[in-house]
């Protein structure tokens, strides 16, 4: 009768281990993604916006996040209004508290006026969509 008991009792003690796995993996999330056109040295906008000109070089995407990780992909998907990608770029972020990663897309010549989508994702699991407009003034 004893051999049954633990058998149960191993079983009851390995149940609970993948549900505190799981929310230690969900812990690391994005909390902000901020658009702009000039970053300071803390990786972060100085300056938020939607709407860029034309002739904006480049375009910065903040993207704050909290929780710890050993190791996620945080990707940036940039797309024009017809679904064509502009840039899909990914980095892995370890971090242990809250963190800034920047993401930036570049144009040489100027961008086609239109909506813009931005779709920050983690692990290949979208988390923020931000859209923004490229316009004359």
Excluded at 101 to 116: A, D, H, I, L, R
Aim: proline content about 7%; charged content about 20%.
């Amino acid at each position: 009768a004893s051999a049954p008991a633990a058998a149960s009792t191993t079983a009851a003690a390995a149940a609970p281990a993948p549900a505190t796995a799981a929310p230690a993996a969900a812990s690391f999330k994005v909390d902000t993604v901020t658009l702009g056109s000039v970053v300071g040295n803390d990786h972060k906008v100085s300056k938020a916006k939607t709407a860029f000109a034309p002739s904006d070089k480049t375009i910065y995407a903040s993207v704050a996040t909290d929780g710890s990780t050993p190791g996620s992909n945080l990707s940036a998907k940039w797309t024009f209004e017809d679904g064509s990608a502009v840039s899909d770029t990914s980095k892995t972020v370890a971090t242990d508290g809250p963190a800034v990663t920047t993401f930036k897309v570049q144009n040489p010549s100027e961008w086609p006026e239109g909506k813009y989508k931005l779709v920050v994702s983690v692990d290949g699991k979208a988390a923020v969509t931000q859209e923004f407009d490229i316009k004359k003034k």
